[in-house]
């Protein structure tokens, strides 16, 4: 009877770890990303050669004809689409027209 009850509670607490597991997961990827968007701001050595080296570590991941792909992709992507933000956009006015101010007397 004690096992079947220890063995309801471990399944009841399995989707429990594993949820926090993927809030972990997701912690840890958001200081890492942090951490790297702050060293990119400062132009030091260390800073260019971890840029450099994680560049290196997705090129060799990711295959050109992958990444040609994404290319076209997004290129299409943003071709059908307008992005524009209409708060950004250029207003069509009406031309002003103001009073000359020479002096037109001879």
Do not use: H, W
């Amino acid at each position: 009877m004690r096992t079947m009850r220890r063995k309801r509670e471990q399944e009841k607490e399995k989707p429990s770890r594993e949820k926090n597991l993927f809030f972990f997961r997701c912690y840890v990827t958001a200081v890492v990303i942090g951490c790297l968007f702050l060293a990119g701001k400062f132009e030091t050595e260390t800073t260019l050669s971890v840029e450099n080296e994680l560049k290196r570590t997705i090129a060799e991941q990711i295959t050109t004809d992958e990444l040609s792909d994404l290319q076209k992709t997004i290129s299409s992507f943003l071709q059908d689409r307008s992005l524009s933000i209409p708060v950004f956009q250029e207003e069509e006015s009406e031309p002003e027209y103001l009073p000359d101010l020479e002096d037109s007397s001879p």
